[in-house]
């Protein structure tokens, strides 16, 4: 199935590497004009240099996801640059702990859930008071498997994404017939997940069905998808993809 995304317009945090970047591609090559955005510019400046072969136009806006007002910024620059906004990707993440869940200092905490939930939330809010709320489009969350089990030395970045998990459905609920759906990746080789893939990657894929653990094009995949008009008729899902760890009695969770 060959899936186009021409004539729409999408914003993707987070999107200077990894699943972001790869998902921001996928969208420009089927014709979407993106706006990526991150915390870095010159980072974001290189994302977008190796995306001029996509049928859509790129542009990049540095802000980090979790300050505040960050979400009403960069929506509204992105209504001005490509002159709307169609689908919201809300990818950005931060882990600034690891470790036991009662061992996190209020800091970190902070941090951890500012990024992972504020964001998100207030980054909807922007497309919605902006864009959604009179023409309806899809907002779609980058969760993680580790919101949906419970595991070692990653319980307050899962417990953001369980979070997020929940606010999937919840605006789902509150905001049709904009989409609002979600993905939970498993373990996929990204900067994000470079000590996991380092101590865990190679045990972990001998034990998966699929024997690899996950690229970002994998979910940037699944996400062209749940952005387009042949997931038109999918709401408050979030979809695990995580090579078959689920089957295989679980394993590291977090992409």
Known sequence: MEISLAGKTALVTGASKGIGKAIAQSYAAAGANVMLSSRKQDQLEAAAAEMTDGE??????????????AGERVVAATIERFGGLD??????ATNPYYGPTLGVDEGRYDKTFQVNLKGPLFFAQAAWEQAFKDCPGVILNIASVGGLRAEGALGVYNLTKAA????????????????VVGIAPGLVKTDFAKVLIDNFGESLAARLPLQRVGEPDDIANLALFLAS?????????????DGGAGVAGGGVASE
């Open 56 to 69: 859509g136009d790129v542009d990049v806006i540095a802000a980090n996801a979790g300050d505040e007002g």
């Open 87 to 92: 689908v919201l990707v809300n990818n950005a």
């Open 164 to 179: 997020l998990i929940h606010l999937t459905r919840q605006l789902a609920h509150e905001l049709g017939p904009t989409r």
């Open 229 to 241: 008009d042949a997931a038109s008729w999918i709401t408050g899902e979030t979809y695990v993809i």
